[in-house]
């Protein structure tokens, strides 16, 4: 284990935000948590992929542990235990090249496997929670490892227990996939459908055409500092649906469950905020879910831009927006 104190996260967060934190250390195998005094308030930090560092931070614990272990094999499936410390798309690379199916749609999604199952991470039409059996984690009360079957994980759209009940008490060590070795591929999403209109697709073909959309829409993090899609999209019940196609009568909508999922980048779009800039932070000119960093953006620059887009979705159509990312 790593330790060093009063270190800059610049380089530790997507967004390339400037902040401090007075411990941090480095884990390359889980049983080294057992061994460090936690903190109330640590963070645990995987690629710094879906968060707003605002403030000095006292702890920082930096999951680095690696490996990919086949636990069992039959014709049909594969299981797969995968350190937490894991870059995502490696291992949804690995899956591609083994031909194992069910993370292909998925692919280039950044972050870590150990933050795949706490906001339950999806694109194209897939949900890492389809693929999940379990999760192993390290409860901080106790120092001990444990498990969590995916039923009681709670799994819904960018959500789950990791996000409430175990939200600071756990840190998750690793996770069970179970995947298929021959499985129908899911290309019902618009974006996706377009590229298989003539051939069948293989699995490694649904990989690029993923990676090939996802960057013609979404920045480069090392080149324009972001964390994806910074809010969630909006439910709304039919009422409010119905209101707003009198309104616009192009709004775009998908049955969800509690209702209707309206993009919130339309919502942003259509308040006249695309491209717009805040001090050094800004709204993506070609998508409107993305707030990036132009340079020297500090948490406040982003959160202040975050506040007025906000305020002018609710004016403009009476709906309140929530984050999808971390403000930490
Ligand atoms: N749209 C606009 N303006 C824009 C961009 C999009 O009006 O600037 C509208 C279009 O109608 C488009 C619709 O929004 O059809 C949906 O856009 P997109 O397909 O890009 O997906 P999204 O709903 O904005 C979600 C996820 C992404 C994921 C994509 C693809 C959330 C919060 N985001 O975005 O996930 O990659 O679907 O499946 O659910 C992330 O979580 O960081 C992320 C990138």
Same mark, same amino acid.
């Given at each position: ?8 996260l610049i380089?530790?967060n997507?967004f390339g935000i400037e902040a ?32 707003v560092i ?110 409430? #009940?175990?939200?600071? !008490? ?8 179970? *995947?298929? =070795?021959?499985? $129908? %591929?899911?290309? +019902? ?14 699995? #490694?073909?649904?990989? !690029? ?8 829409? *979404?920045? =480069?993090?090392? $080149? %324009?500092g972001? +964390? ?18 009198? !309104? ?45 960093n132009?340079?020297?953006a500090t948490a406040?620059?982003i ?26």
């Amino acid at each position: 284990m790593q330790k060093e104190t009063n270190k800059n996260l610049i380089h530790l967060n997507t967004f390339g935000i400037e902040a401090f934190c007075d411990e941090y250390y480095e884990i390359e195998n889980s049983l080294e948590l057992a061994e460090i005094d936690l903190s109330d308030d640590f963070l645990i930090l995987g690629s710094g992929s879906n968060m707003v560092i605002s403030k000095r931070l006292p702890q920082v614990i930096h999951i680095k542990t690696k490996g990919i272990e086949i636990l069992e094999e039959n014709d049909k499936t594969v299981k797969l235990k995968v350190q937490a410390g894991e870059i995502w798309d490696d291992f949804v690379s690995f899956c591609v090249d083994n031909n194992y199916y069910g993370t292909e749609n998925l692919s280039l999604i950044p972050g870590t496997v150990g933050a795949s199952p706490i906001q339950n991470i999806g694109a194209y039409g897939a949900e890492v929670k389809d693929i999940i059996q379990s999760v192993e984690y390290f409860d901080i009360e106790t120092k001990s490892f444990k498990n969590i079957d995916k039923k009681d994980c709670f799994f819904e759209y960018r959500d789950s227990i990791f996000k409430h #009940k175990l939200k600071g !008490k756990i840190i998750v060590t690793s996770v069970l996939y179970i *995947l298929e =070795k021959n499985a $129908e %591929l899911n290309i +019902s999403y618009g974006g996706i459908k377009n590229y298989f209109v003539e051939q069948k697709p293989t699995l #490694k073909a649904v990989r !690029k055409a993923v990676i090939e959309t996802r960057n013609s829409k *979404l920045p =480069k993090p090392e $080149e %324009l500092g972001n +964390s994806g899609s910074f809010f969630q999209n909006a439910i709304v019940k039919e009422m409010k649906l119905r209101d707003l196609v009198v !309104k616009h009568e192009n709004v775009p909508y998908f049955k969800a469950p509690g209702g209707f999922k309206i993009p919130t980048a339309w919502l942003i779009e259509t308040a006249g905020l695309k491209g717009f800039r805040h001090k050094n932070a800004g709204v993506y000119e070609n998508h409107a879910l993305i707030l990036v960093n132009y340079g020297g953006a500090t948490a406040n620059d982003i959160l202040e831009l975050a506040d007025i887009i906000e305020n002018k979705v609710f004016d403009v159509f009476g709906i309140k927006i929530s984050k999808e990312v971390n403000i930490v």
